[in-house]
């Protein structure tokens, strides 16, 4: 059974800019939630999505967004790049919505704004 | 406002001793905690979880015990092995309606030497 996949895995984009980063779940997973990943911050919560509804989200600018598909695949987007956008963003896939269900990590998207 | 922590950025302990990861939270309403790790250029897999009506989970040679009146948890790796040289993640979910998603610590980065 294939894992998370996140593509793309790299990316530097200049301030002011916009990115797309997108997540495919595991097969038969129907929940996705992104992550913000930074060394001062830790794992920070984006949102997370299920049946393509957004269902939480965290304490982010509308300068992140994000949708998900009738596949269950995943598109998180920031505009308006800052330098402080750099970070590793993580997705999560699991089976349902409740946390009671293990959620699985990609290997996540390292993000660098010059 | 910080809602899980933890206190130590990192441990190292010798292969074979105890590892005891700690993270304490503020949130009374959270009643779940998860574990999970981290190996550089890969995504956080997750580890052990514990639910608030329990105060101890085992599984092989790892252990997360809950004190609720303290708002404390701790991971223990026994015996640590080399291979377990990672970042550790605390996380914790709940907080009344359908709040499901995850807050995590910033980490704590835990060495086994040989």
């Known amino acids: 059974k294939a894992g998370v996949t996140q593509t793309p895995r790299y990316l530097i984009k200049t301030r002011g800019q916009q990115v797309t980063l997108s997540c495919s779940p595991i097969?038969?997973?129907?929940?996705v939630s992104w992550y913000q990943q930074t060394p001062g911050q830790g794992l920070q919560f984006l949102f997370e999505?299920?049946?393509?509804?957004?269902?939480n989200k965290g304490n982010f600018p509308g300068r992140f967004s994000g949708r998900q598909f009738s596949n269950s695949r995943s598109e998180m987007n920031v505009s308006t790049l800052e330098l402080g956008d750099s970070a590793l963003y993580l997705c999560?896939?699991?089976?349902?919505?409740?946390?009671?269900?293990?959620?699985?990590f990609g290997p996540g998207t390292r993000l660098t704004v010059l | 406002d910080q809602q899980v922590k933890q206190n130590s950025p990192s441990l190292s302990v010798q292969e074979g001793r105890i590892s005891i990861l700690n993270c304490d939270y503020t949130?009374?309403?959270?009643?779940?905690f998860l574990w999970y790790k981290k190996y550089p250029a890969e995504g956080p897999t997750f580890l052990i979880s514990?639910?608030?009506?329990?105060d101890k989970n085992e599984d092989g040679r790892f252990t997360v015990f809950l004190n609720k009146s303290a708002k404390h948890l701790s991971l223990h790796i026994v015996p640590s092995q080399p291979g377990d040289s990672a970042v550790y993640f605390c996380?914790?979910?709940?907080?009344?309606?359908?709040?499901?998603?995850?807050?995590f610590g910033k980490g704590t980065l835990l060495t086994v030497n040989p």
């Open positions: 999560a896939s699991s089976w349902g919505i409740s946390t009671y269900n293990e959620q699985f």
């Open positions: 097969s038969g997973h129907r929940s």
């Open positions: 999505y299920f049946s393509e509804t957004q269902r």
């Open positions: 949130n009374s309403m959270f009643d779940y």
């Open positions: 514990i639910s608030s009506i329990k």
């Open positions: 996380a914790a979910s709940g907080g009344g309606g359908s709040n499901y998603k995850l807050t």
